[in-house]
Nanobody, 121 residues
């Protein structure tokens, strides 16, 4: 089994910064992709940013230039540095990872439990 544990959420004022972390643990052979999604009340879950094992990144248009995703492969950990936060960034942020537990298996999708980010105006 694989567990994703997030940390770093909280309450911040408009224009502030937060850094989210997500550590993967358990039986892990490789992690192809790690990323962050978010879900605001009454809205669908949406992709915020993702990073593949080689380091390529992609971002939602709404966060480009403000958020930075990074990854420590040795620690199986992904980070999301969020700067210039806006009230519309308020949501539950979920870590996501595509993990292969054995060399003979395809990667499966795993989710963290979510961490609340609230930006006050």
């Amino acid at each position: 089994q694989v567990q994703l544990v997030e940390s770093g959420g909280g309450l911040v004022q408009d224009g502030g910064s937060l850094r989210l972390s997500c550590a993967a643990s358990g039986t892990i052979f490789s992690i192809n992709m790690m990323g962050w999604f978010r879900q605001a009340p009454g809205k669908q879950r949406e992709l915020v940013a993702r990073i593949i094992s080689a380091g390529s990144t992609s971002y939602a248009d709404s966060v480009k230039g403000r958020f930075t995703i990074s990854r420590d492969n040795a620690k199986n950990t992904v980070y999301l540095q969020m700067d210039s936060l806006k009230p519309e960034d308020t949501a539950v942020y979920y870590c996501n990872a595509a993990v292969a537990q054995r060399s003979s298996e395809y990667a499966r999708n795993y989710w963290g439990q979510g961490t609340q980010v609230t930006v006050s105006s």
